[in-house]
């Protein structure tokens, strides 16, 4: 039997052991619970100290290091019994914990440096200071941590109506419903003049090109600047450096353009129609050997709670929703990007469907695993859990960046996953034999794919994807914004790419499409939107400036982020 210092670790490895296995019980267990009891991998300090002091640090998930809730009792301050979200401003340089003894405190450690901080101190406790600034994120501790806020997240006029229509009048989705399909089809179809025998200047070789049947060049509507071309004329399938934006790039096409020996295979996809074959489409690649990805959830969306859609044995109405919860509280969602990564920020786009949306009405997959709903992961914290059989664009805490299907295997990553978000079933993935990418097999299955829209599988709409792509070993993420398409239309386009998995991320609007790149001048940011209109959406300063969406104020749909690495 081993004694001392060495059994002393044995106990303390058993104890740590014995807590996640609980906690990883109440993970599982199909109950109502806290969104703190679905954190499987959470830790907890308590401490006590003079005066009435009490103090519970939770991490929530000690290897992404990146959120916490501190809960206080300090009746010299006012404190009692409130709970604060907290947010590291720099989870990969401070470890956050708990001191106790005669003086309590939170202790940031980086490389042998350490600073104490007592934010519930004095009369005036930091903590109700930051939380009176109405701020989205309070700086606390001398800025190494934020207080997340409560604030309302921006939607536009559309939005709004289309929730109240949902929320509070009979028959509100039908409703929707018939406004989609009588005003918005096609209502964002761009089609691009096609310049016969035109110069379209300067290509980027990094991605190669598309498999196209010629090489038209098209005169795109697009809001970047590219360098080697001008006037917006590009090579169809072609890619181009976006100007002051080292590692991005841009790309256009139309699905007709696609070579017939895609565009023409038989048994994967529905044929393309005429409008759709002719629809613009334009995309942006990333390389990611100079990128870091990230989530954050908006204000209001994605719920937690159940989706209208699942029947039979696909919902449980013994709970508030398909994982036990259908508030985040004592966790504030501010749908706004984290101030310490505002000078690194390259890129957003908006994230994907709504949950009433976010799970199934069809097919089988309505009626287990609660339907299907998408799951979703911000800072390593899971606010509704990734199911198997979905799409998933995730990042784990060493970086890597994948999109997969997800199976019940893949479970054993998720102590490990600090972003994922989840949206339907695949537009391609890899073939099992060649690992080439091929439409996925729900393509032209309606509701089998829960693409929404006609249940003729006719309805063509604005939509917006996103794919992975490996050239000679580099990594790259493309995003592409379809002017009007279908799944199908979609499917063959990543495939002329040669996208190794592609998903769906939203659809009907530009408010649920958009997507902006950011350069820097004296004045700050500078947004540039993939479409022009995009800018709409954005925010202005009375000289007229812009305050991008998701960087410069909240919003309440969510969104992925690019930034630079250091």
């Avoid at 301050?77 to 709970?83: F, I, K, R, T, V």
């Avoid at 529905?270 to 050997?289: I, K, M, Q, T, W």
């Avoid at 493309?478 to 239309?489: C, D, G, R």
Wanted: hydrophobic letters at 35%; a negative charge; proline letters at 5%.
């Amino acid at each position: 039997m081993a004694t001392g210092a060495g059994a002393q670790a044995t106990d303390a490895s058993a104890d740590r052991e014995a807590r996640l296995e609980r906690q990883w019980e109440q993970y599982e267990v199909d109950t109502a619970k806290s969104v703190i009891e679905l954190q499987p991998f959470r830790s907890q300090q308590r401490v006590n100290g003079p005066d009435g002091l009490s103090a519970e640090l939770i991490t929530l998930n000690p290897a992404v290091n990146a959120w916490f809730v501190l809960n206080v009792t300090a009746p010299g301050g006012g404190l009692q019994g409130q709970s604060f979200h907290l947010e590291n401003a720099d989870p990969d340089a401070w470890q956050i914990t708990l001191r106790g003894g005669d003086d309590p405190a939170l202790v940031f450690e980086d490389d042998g440096a350490r600073h104490l901080c007592r934010p519930w101190d004095g009369a005036q406790p930091e903590l109700l200071e930051a939380q009176r600034s109405g701020l989205p994120y309070a700086p606390i501790c001398g800025q190494r941590a934020y207080l997340r806020n409560r604030v309302s997240g921006s939607r536009t006029n559309r939005e709004a109506v289309a929730e109240f229509l949902r929320d509070n009048v009979v028959f509100g989705e039908s409703i929707v419903g018939m406004i989609k399909g009588a005003f918005y089809e096609d209502a964002f179809m761009q089609s691009s003049e096609t310049i016969e025998g035109g110069d379209s200047g300067r290509i980027a070789d990094s991605l190669g090109r598309a498999q196209v049947a010629n090489d038209p060049v098209m005169q795109i509507y697009s809001g970047f600047d590219l360098s080697g071309t001008a006037g917006g004329r590009m090579e169809a399938g072609s890619w181009y450096a976006v100007e002051d934006a080292p590692g991005i790039y841009a790309s256009a096409i139309q699905p007709g353009m696609i070579h017939p020996d895609i565009l023409n295979r038989r048994g994967e996809t529905n044929n393309l129609d005429y409008v759709e074959r002719r629809a613009d489409v334009y995309l942006v690649g990333f390389d990611l050997s100079r990128f870091e990805v990230g989530y954050e959830v908006g204000t209001d969306h994605p719920r937690l709670g159940w989706s209208s859609r699942p029947h039979g044995g696909g919902r449980n109405w013994n709970t508030p929703g398909p994982d036990g919860i259908d508030r985040a509280d004592p966790l504030v969602r501010v749908g706004m990007l984290s101030p310490s990564l505002t000078d690194r920020v390259a890129a957003t786009f908006t994230g994907g469907f709504k949950r009433d949306h976010g799970a199934f009405k069809y097919d089988a997959y309505a009626t287990y695993n609660h339907g299907h709903h998408y799951g979703f992961i911000s800072n390593g914290v899971v606010l509704s859990k990734l199911q198997p059989n979905l799409s998933t664009l995730y990042v784990l805490d060493d970086g890597t960046i994948g999109m997969k299907t997800w199976t019940e295997e893949d479970q054993g990553m998720l102590p490990h996953i600090r972003f994922a978000r989840q949206n339907g079933v695949a537009l391609v993935h890899p073939d099992p034999e060649t690992g080439v990418g091929v439409p996925g097999p729900r393509v032209r299955s309606w509701g089998g794919g829960n693409w929404s829209g006609s249940a003729n599988a006719d309805l063509r709409t604005l939509r917006a994807g996103a794919c992975m792509r490996t050239v000679e070993g580099r990594k790259f993420l493309i995003y592409a914004y379809f002017s009007t398409a279908t799944p199908s239309a979609m499917a063959r386009t990543f495939q002329a790419y040669g996208c190794d998995y592609a998903m769906l991320l939203d659809m009907n609007s530009q408010e649920h499409t958009y997507m902006a790149l950011y350069t820097k001048s004296e004045d700050g940011l500078v947004p540039h939107h993939l479409v022009s209109r995009m800018s709409s959406i954005d925010h202005r300063r009375r000289d007229g400036t812009p305050i991008p969406r998701f960087v410069g104020f909240s919003d309440n749909r969510d969104f992925f982020y690019l930034v630079r690495k250091d």
